[in-house]
């Protein structure tokens, strides 16, 4: 590994769980998302530039942005057509908390991610996500093998790519 690998700390993520003010719908779910077990195990560390791809609530990117520190930042991306007033006053409230992290909302067609900056991306029960399609939501089935190149080239040589999903029985 480069010299920088080697000297780089983890990512304190037991105080980005920890850290007040978290919603508490957010804290409820640590119990089953186990985020300190997940981020610790994927890797993340202190000053890192991380993504976090389709964010919803931001769950994920306010204990990341605690967890990477003032040195570090966290992009979290979200489809235009999930993002909505009340959910940019959540977004409000999380960039109080952790002015470290900022909010991209593209159309999910049209993910444009800078190219190779991030050393960490995490894509948390969303990959399925690319294969799904809903009139309801106005949301395109997108195109796995595209969204994964975007996703590779926006991420800095020797970064992580954390995919943590799930598979539904066949037909549901």
Same mark, same amino acid.
């Given at each position: 590994?480069? $010299?920088? +690998?080697?000297?780089?700390? $983890?990512?304190? *993520? +037991?105080?980005?769980?920890?850290?007040?003010? %978290? =919603?508490?719908? +957010?804290?409820?779910?640590?119990?089953?998302?186990?985020?300190?077990?997940?981020?610790?195990?994927?890797? &993340?560390?202190?000053?890192? %530039?991380?993504?976090?791809?389709?964010?919803?609530?931001?769950?994920?990117?306010?204990?990341? !942005?605690?967890? *990477?520190?003032?040195?570090? +930042?966290?992009?979290? @991306?979200? =489809?235009?057509?999930?993002?909505?007033?009340?959910?940019?006053?959540? @977004?409000?409230?999380?960039?109080? %908390?952790? $002015? #470290?992290?900022? &909010?991209?909302? #593209?159309?999910?067609?049209?993910?444009?991610?800078?190219?190779?900056?991030?050393?960490?991306?995490?894509?948390?029960?969303?990959?399925?996500?690319?294969? @799904?399609?809903?009139?309801?939501?106005?949301?395109?089935?997108?195109?796995?093998?595209?969204?994964?190149?975007?996703?590779?080239?926006? #991420?800095?040589?020797?970064?992580?790519? !954390?995919?943590?999903?799930?598979?539904?029985?066949?037909?549901?």
């Amino acid at each position: 590994p480069a $010299p920088a +690998a080697l000297s780089a700390a $983890p990512a304190d *993520v +037991a105080a980005g769980v920890t850290a007040g003010g %978290r =919603p508490a719908d +957010a804290v409820e779910l640590d119990a089953s998302r186990k985020p300190v077990e997940v981020l610790s195990y994927l890797g &993340l560390e202190k000053g890192q %530039r991380a993504l976090d791809l389709f964010t919803g609530s931001g769950y994920y990117a306010e204990i990341m !942005g605690q967890a *990477v520190g003032p040195e570090g +930042a966290v992009v979290a @991306w979200e =489809p235009a057509n999930f993002h909505d007033e009340a959910s940019q006053k959540k @977004w409000d409230a999380l960039q109080a %908390r952790v $002015p #470290t992290a900022q &909010l991209l909302v #593209t159309p999910a067609t049209a993910i444009d991610l800078p190219a190779e900056s991030f050393d960490f991306v995490l894509m948390h029960m969303i990959y399925l996500d690319v294969y @799904w399609k809903s009139e309801k939501y106005k949301f395109a089935r997108l195109d796995p093998d595209a969204v994964l190149k975007k996703v590779h080239a926006a #991420t800095r040589p020797g970064g992580v790519i !954390g995919v943590v999903d799930h598979v539904a029985a066949a037909g549901g």
